[in-house]
Nanobody, 116 residues
Framework: QVQLVESGGGLVQAGGSLRLSCAAS????????MGWYRQAPGKQRELVAI???????NYADSVKGRFTISRDNNWNAVYLSMNNLVPEDTASYYC??????????WGQGTQVTVSS
């Protein structure tokens, strides 16, 4: 089993920054990727950023150049640094881990609210 716990969300003004953290525990092996998704009210959950086992990264077009995903050496944590936030970034942000055999794990989410 894997447990993912997000933290770092909050209320910030447009143009501000936040850093989300995701602490992973449990059976942390066979990881294919970790990433962040978000879901705004009334919208579908969307991929924000992902980092693979080879440390390649991929970002949603809407956050490229503003968000950076990183991880610690042992896959115990993954981070999302968010700069120049805009109101459209307001959402619940979820950490996810995908194992090599396809199983997915999700955290409970952390709320990010950007005021204009």
């Amino acid at each position: 089993q894997v447990q993912l716990v997000e933290s770092g969300g909050g209320l910030v003004q447009a143009g501000g920054s936040l850093r989300l953290s995701c602490a992973a525990s449990g059976t942390i092996f066979g990881i294919n990727s970790m990433g962040w998704y978000r879901q705004a009210p009334g919208k579908q959950r969307e991929l924000v950023a992902i980092i693979t086992k080879s440390d390649s990264t991929n970002y949603a077009d809407s956050v490229k150049g503003r968000f950076t995903i990183s991880r610690d050496n042992n896959w115990n944590a993954v981070y999302l640094s968010m700069n120049n936030l805009v109101p459209e970034d307001t959402a619940s942000y979820y950490c996810t881990m995908k194992k090599a055999w396809g199983q997915d794990y999700w955290g409970q989410g952390t709320q990010v609210t950007v005021s204009s």
